[in-house]
């Protein structure tokens, strides 16, 4: 039985930026650490790869803001698509900052298994990434201005 003296394995988190003006990867780490206690690898990319990755795995001819990629037990990759993420941003009136933190951790739930595709799925998704985005300083993010 392990003792309060006994390490906790920390959460490893991998950070690849392939976009210029994207936030520091201590930060992006730090959002993904809020929403799962699973390995996770965040990669931030431009818009063609971001068009290209969601052409190949959803059959959609645009980039996207994020994708999740589940390898389970919580773990996987979440791509995030850095034009995109910023023309979102200013569109809904929010900082880059909160707008990355809040589709990190959209991003991180689907990894755990969350979904929206039923609406009583989509409001405990939500309420749970509120929850994860207050604790790290941030408002609720459907909330209309």
Do not use: W
């Not at 993420?85 to 809904?92: C, G, N, P």
């Not at 979904?115 to 799925?121: G, L, T, V």
């Not at 929850?131 to 909330?143: E, K, S």
């Amino acid at each position: 039985m392990p003792t309060s003296k006994t390490p906790i394995a920390k959460r490893r988190v991998a950070v690849q930026i392939a976009a210029r003006g994207a936030p520091s990867p201590r930060l992006l780490a730090r959002f993904a650490r809020a929403a799962t206690r699973a390995d996770i690898a965040l990669r931030v990319v431009g818009a063609s790869e971001g068009k290209r990755l969601n052409r190949f795995f959803r059959k959609k001819n645009d980039a996207t803001n994020v994708l999740s990629f589940a390898y389970g037990r919580g773990a996987g990759d979440v791509v995030l698509c850095h034009p995109v993420i910023v023309r979102e941003a200013r569109e809904q009136g929010k900082t880059l900052r909160a707008h990355y933190a809040h589709l990190i951790v959209h991003g991180a739930l689907h990894l755990r298994g969350h979904d929206h595709m039923r609406k009583k799925d989509a409001v405990r998704m939500e309420r749970a990434e509120i929850r994860i985005l207050r604790g790290l300083g941030f408002g609720d993010p459907y909330a209309l201005k």
